[in-house]
Every structure is written in C-alpha cells, then in structure tokens.
C-alpha cells in the first residue's frame, strides 16, 4: 500500500471549514483514498473514502485531484467535537487482508 | 443498532497470566481483525479473519492466538508469551458488500501489572 504524507497538526477556528491534505504520490490506479478519525482512547471513526471522484457523505466531503497524488479532506463546518486525530490511508478497495497502514496523522485543534 | 463491541474496556493482567478479549460485530461482516496501538503509534495488525473457520498473522502475530467459531466473534488471546502487552487493542469487521470499509471497535486497553 502506498504511504501518505499529512501535516502534523492543524487548527480550524469552530464554524469555518477545515481543509485537510494528504499526500499519496506512489498511489496505484486499485488503490482507494481513506480518512479516518481518532479521538483519544476511541477506536478510528471510518469518515470517507474515494478512488477518483470527488465525493460527500454527512461528515464531510472528499477532494481527490486529477492525477490522484494528493487529496484533501473538508469539514463544512467544523464543531468542538472535531478536534481529533485524522489519518489518511491508501489501500487496495478490494481487499480484506486488513492492511491498514496508519501514518502519524493530523492533529485537528477546532477552537471557539 | 449495527455495530461492533469489544469487551472489556479496561483490563489489568499480572504477568505471566493469559488474558482474552472479546469482539463481538452484528454487522454481518465476513471479515475480523485485531490491531494493537501503543500510545503516539499507529496500528499494528495482529490477526485478520476472512471467513468462519480460518484465520491468519498479521505482521505482530507472536504471542498472541485467535479463534472464529462463530461469524459475529472473534476473541483475542494475549498469552504470557507476548513479552510487551501493554496496549490498546483495536477489533474490526470489513464487509465485501460495503467495499471492505474497515469499521473499528472502541478498543480495550490492557495493562500488565
């Protein structure tokens, strides 16, 4: 799986929209875009996944680049309850191996 | 609601003693796994199993034993051969049908005292 490169810590005042990029240049043509969030002593929260498309669930929506070696994750709107640790995680759609290769992530600081 | 449980939440073990922890999904998923996470880390897959019956290692296997009897479970033994057992475990499920999405549990930490 390829590896990603994210920002180690962000802040995002509460309210505005939270921008977070991830980049994965080795990415390959199966491999599939995740984020995911941690809250500190919480299992990950699945967010979003894409593998060319941009796309928007209820959490947030998912901003993939043309040539797919870089992403970017956007909350609408962030809340307090944001603040956590988000990764960006490349692997293959298909598989059910588990690989899951974390990073050392993205700290989000949503401040009031 | 669908989901995953993992029981206990917390765990305090003396040395030399097996422990085991359960994982419980009703999200009728084919697929299990554990991970363990040190603190500041990321996760380390310990054991993943795609189907009833059959299980495989993960890349921290080493003292450590699973078992799938039963779709929804997947109980994790840390046996007294895992030398630094100190972690939060992760259990999760993955589904063919919702494109192998790994959904995680809330984690059990354990302490070896």
């Known amino acids: 799986d390829a590896k990603t490169t994210q920002p180690p810590s962000m802040d995002c005042a509460e309210g505005r929209a939270a921008n977070l990029p991830c980049n994965h240049s080795?990415?390959?043509?199966?491999?599939?875009v995740y984020w995911y969030r941690q809250i500190h002593s919480q299992g990950p929260q699945y967010i979003i996944h894409?593998?060319?498309n941009n796309e928007t669930n209820e959490m947030a929506s998912l901003i993939i680049t043309e040539d797919r070696k870089s992403s970017t994750l956007i909350l609408p709107h962030a809340t307090l309850r944001d603040t956590a640790v988000y990764y960006c995680?490349?692997?293959?759609?298909?598989?059910?191996?588990?690989?899951?290769?974390f990073g050392q992530g993205t700290t989000l600081q949503v401040k009031p | 609601d669908g989901g995953i449980t993992q029981s206990p939440k917390y765990l305090f073990r003396k040395e030399g003693q097996n422990v085991t922890l359960s994982c419980e999904q009703n999200?009728?998923?084919?697929?299990m796994y554990w991970y363990r996470q040190d603190p500041g880390q990321g996760l380390r897959l310990i054991y993943y199993?795609?189907?009833?019956?059959?299980?495989q290692k993960g890349d921290i296997a080493e003292g450590y034993s699973v078992s799938r009897e039963k779709k929804e479970s997947f109980p994790l033994t840390v046996t007294s051969a895992q030398k630094n057992p100190t972690a939060f475990y992760l259990c999760?499920?993955?589904?063919?049908?919702?494109?192998?999405?790994?959904?995680f549990g809330e984690g059990s930490w354990l302490t070896v005292v």
């Open positions: 999760a499920s993955s589904d063919w049908y919702s494109g192998n999405t790994i959904y």
């Open positions: 080795t990415i390959s043509g199966n491999e599939y």
């Open positions: 894409g593998l060319k």
């Open positions: 995680i490349v692997r293959v759609g298909s598989s059910n191996t588990g690989k899951l290769i």
């Open positions: 999200l009728n998923h084919d697929a």
């Open positions: 199993s795609q189907i009833v019956n059959d299980f």
